[in-house]
């Protein structure tokens, strides 16, 4: 037995030292790595846009260097493509923009941020072209700014209008004894609707309807705009799939040529004068990003605007990338709210809501540092339930035209197993010394007493939300409670009924807060800034992520996210202040 033990221990000695040698030379090359010249923009270069692996506005910062180091988070997030495009504009050694079957994971205001960028590069003179085997609609929709835009002879082209999809689980709540018992307020607080009825209620169709017409108004404006055809000439194609083949999209005026791809290259060769038999200059878009990124971090002013980005659902805990937590929403708040530099604040938001203490805790700090700063909300793709929550008391409040918002209500939803339980021939007694001693049990029928202090509670945080909307925007509370009950909006249907200020994406917000602090010559800082322990630092590496890579690989993307929707809801705890369901607009 000692043998065994003295040969495992030179054994984890040897993978012990193995890895220690790998972190090191992968530290020194990132050291060392990031002192070189980096990306070199050769003359007569065309940007070639790839987002594929771009999906956040903010790619996040870590104060440890070891997370930065072995990060599998990207440096580079939308924002950065948006600086870059504007930065390429200026840039005498790029000459233009190939959209080169692009397929990208953003969301419908991300999409018009990005195709609004494309606009203004290619008001600068230079070309902005594209080219796809086949186009989904909302790549199309990035894409119509382009001109010309190419098609394979053989591709397709997606353009019929918006649709989503909901299920629901009432009678397989029944038949398999699983049971949601639903807690909320609010006649359009239609996240808890799937448990409790077969079909889709009026109020919700109404508010989908309502949601999916206008984010298609704001779509088929803007091709309207670039493609020179009527809005109502385009729902009419939409209508009859007029558009469906390289052929007909070509007739109906929404694509330019139908080639092969190497025809395309050629004429992007013609435009930049390089023979035929040659290549011509490309770098990624995420490479110009990088290099942006890197060759402008010095400051023109002693003044800043912090730009903190909240993105994601909203829990508990520190937060990242993907998730807002109080831990460091709170921090950077009241980082940016004590320096001197710092003169306004503009607060990012892309999130569906979630924990309605977390974004409570969110409000009041905001609260605080708007008594010492002026802070600006920026909408992104969501801003709703608990992302509405932490934006309703800015001094100033944009949105996208399709940004969804609202859905001001909240909900609570305990899984209850009873009935399968006892299918099952499994029984549970509880024994207690007073009358609600007991905490809530999913092996127990719900108790009357507990559901009453429950609803008590929903309609306690429902009334704190609206109050808080109501002195934010500025309205009485009858006015907030009209248009809240859960219910869903678009940034222009917002602006209509007050719950926004302005129509306008990032960079209008900036210069909103600007022009409130009183400043013309400024630099921008971004938060958050995440803390990550050791233990985390792991999650990022290969051999750590590597289950969740096997489960993508083996049953697919799809169903791999109903997997993580059904772990949100286990992490989710106490009452939620949330979008009614995941819009997944196709």
Not at 28 to 50: C, K, T
Not at 490 to 504: P, Q
Not at 552 to 569: A, D, F, P, S, T
Request: proline share 3%.
């Amino acid at each position: 037995m000692k043998f065994l033990g003295n040969v495992l221990a030179t054994i984890i000695g040897i993978f012990v030292f193995f890895m220690l040698f790998f972190f090191g030379i992968v530290l020194i090359g990132a050291i060392f790595g990031g002192e070189s010249e980096g990306v070199v923009v050769e003359n007569n270069s065309v940007i070639e846009l790839d987002l594929g692996n771009i999906q956040n506005d903010y790619a996040g910062k870590y104060k440890d260097p070891w997370v930065t180091v072995f990060s599998e988070n990207k440096t580079i997030g939308l924002i950065d493509i948006l600086n870059a495009i504007e930065e390429a504009k200026n840039d005498d050694d790029i000459k233009g923009i190939s959209i080169l079957n692009s397929n990208s994971g953003l969301g419908m205001a991300q999409s018009k941020a990005l195709r609004d960028a494309l606009e203004s590069f290619k008001k600068s003179g230079k070309f902005v072209m594209a080219y796809a085997n086949s186009y989904s609609q909302k790549e199309y929709y990035i894409n119509s700014v382009a001109s010309p835009i190419y098609i394979n002879p053989v591709g397709e082209m997606d353009f019929k209008g918006l649709s989503s999809e909901i299920m629901f689980f009432k009678d397989f709540q029944e038949k398999s004894g699983l049971k949601m018992e639903v807690i909320r307020h609010g006649k359009y607080k239609s996240a808890v609707e799937p448990f409790l009825e077969n079909k889709m209620s009026d109020a919700n169709r109404e508010q989908t309807t309502a949601l999916l017409t206008s984010v298609w108004n704001s779509v088929v404006n803007d091709i309207s705009k670039s493609r020179n055809i009527p809005v109502a000439k385009l729902n009419e194609i939409a209508n009859g799939l007029q558009a469906r083949t390289p052929e007909m999209a070509k007739a109906q005026k929404l694509v330019d040529i139908i080639a092969y791809e190497d025809i395309y290259h050629d004429a992007i060769k013609k435009i930049l004068k390089v023979d035929k038999d040659k290549d011509y200059n490309t770098i990624s878009v995420v490479d110009y990003a990088q290099k942006v990124a890197t060759t402008s971090l010095s400051k023109d002013s002693s003044n800043e605007i912090a730009i903190i980005y909240a993105q994601g659902e909203i829990m508990g805990g520190e937060g990242d990338v993907t998730v807002i937590g109080e831990g460091s929403m709170r921090r950077s708040l009241e980082e940016a709210r004590n320096n001197k530099d710092v003169k306004a604040i503009v607060l990012r938001i892309d999130s569906p809501g979630g924990s309605a203490l977390t974004s409570d805790l969110i409000w009041r700090e905001i609260e605080l540092t708007k008594k010492v700063k002026p802070i600006v909300v920026s909408m992104g793709n969501y801003a709703a339930s608990g992302g509405y929550y932490i934006a309703c008391n800015a001094n100033t409040i944009f949105a996208e035209e399709n940004t969804i918002t609202g859905s001001i209500g909240v909900f609570g939803v305990l899984p209850n197993f009873t009935p399968l339980a006892t299918k099952m021939g499994i029984y549970t007694e509880q024994v207690k010394t007073h009358t609600n001693a007991a905490d809530y049990s999913p092996f127990v029928p719900l108790d009357e007493n507990f559901k009453a202090v429950t609803l008590e509670g929903v309609e306690h945080i429902y009334k704190t939300f609206v109050t808080h909307v109501a002195t934010g925007r500025k309205m009485t509370f009858a006015q907030v409670d009209a248009i809240a009950q859960g219910r869903v909006w678009t940034g222009s249907e917002a602006l209509k009924i007050g719950l926004v200020d302005k129509i306008g994406g990032l960079n209008d917000a900036i210069a909103n807060a600007a022009k409130l602090a009183k400043i013309e010559s400024y630099s921008t800082q971004n938060y958050p800034e995440y803390e990550k322990n050791f233990e985390e630092l792991f999650a990022g590496f290969p051999f750590a992520s590597s289950k969740a890579t096997f489960i993508k690989e083996e049953i697919g993307e799809e169903n791999y996210r109903v997997i993580q929707e059904i772990k949100k809801l286990q992490n989710r705890k106490g009452i939620q202040a949330i979008l009614p369901y995941e819009i997944n607009i196709r």
